[in-house]
T-cell receptor, first 114, second 115 residues
Framework: AQSVTQPDIHITVSEGASLELRCNYSYGATPYLFWYVQSPGQGLQLLLKYFSGDTLVQGIKGFEAEFKRSQSSFNLRKPSVHWSDAAEYFCAVVEGQAGTALIFGKGTTLSVSS | GAVVSQHPSWVICKSGTSVKIECRSLDFQATTMFWYRQFPKQSLMLMATSNEGSKATYEQGVEKDKFLINHASLTLSTLTVTSAHPEDSSFYIC???????????FGPGTRLTVT
């Protein structure tokens, strides 16, 4: 079965420091990849997505992610974290044809220390 | 971007009653809608996939007689939790997908508390 792995359950980063959240997927072909952020009690907000083309994608709020086919990874990065970035981050994959559901990773909780 | 709404945003109901949650795509036609459930501090779990005009496809372990899904139009899907029990308390999120698209648009979620 297809799966998405976010190895880090909880990460704490100092404000102003860089951030990398890891995401690995298992799927034979190139999947459609997404990163979402969720604040407590809120819905999901799309940070960025990768469908094809340039493997380094830019998103909102200064986030970027790089698709590495050889490593089956789609890690999320931000050069300088702000306290407002504290939230839950989910990596998700759509496999195959259009109309299929997202497969979510278990999420990574980001805490930002001052 | 495309907008998906959910109503209500939160609801409290008594055990044994039924609750209906609406999911609407406001500015596009959603041929497919998905219903997810999220327990506290956990990820989203797909409950069912509904295509307009067809019966919903439920994930393994999801009781179709308890979680009734209707997708009667290209802009509206409803989830009815029948005979709700406290263990049904959760955050329910819908998403909508246009024809031939890969990006889903999420609603803001509905917090259900069953007392």
């Amino acid at each position: 079965a297809q799966s998405v792995t976010q190895p880090d359950i909880h990460i704490t980063v100092s404000e102003g420091a860089s951030l990398e959240l890891r995401c690995n997927y298992s799927y034979g072909a190139t999947p459609y990849l997404f990163w979402y952020v969720q604040s407590p009690g809120q819905g999901l907000q799309l940070l960025l997505k990768y469908f094809s083309g340039d493997t380094l994608v830019q998103g909102i709020k200064g986030f970027e992610a790089e698709f590495k086919r050889s490593q089956s990874s789609f890690n999320l990065r931000k050069p300088s974290v702000h306290w407002s970035d504290a939230a839950e981050y989910f990596c998700a994959v759509v496999e195959g044809q259009a109309g299929t559901a997202l497969i979510f990773g278990k999420g990574t909780t980001l805490s930002v220390s001052s | 971007g495309a907008v998906v709404s959910q109503h209500p945003s939160w609801v409290i109901c008594k055990s044994g009653t039924s609750v209906k949650i609406e999911c609407r795509s406001l500015d596009f036609q959603a041929t497919t809608m998905f219903w997810y459930r999220q327990f506290p501090k956990q990820s989203l779990m797909l409950m069912a996939t509904s295509n307009e005009g067809s019966k919903a496809t439920y994930e393994q372990g999801v009781e179709k007689d308890k979680f009734l899904i209707n997708h009667a139009s290209l802009t509206l899907s409803t989830l009815t939790v029948t005979s709700a029990h406290p263990e049904d308390s959760s955050f329910y999120i819908c998403s909508a997908l246009g024809q031939g698209q890969h990006e889903q648009y999420f609603g803001p979620g509905t917090r259900l508390t069953v007392t």
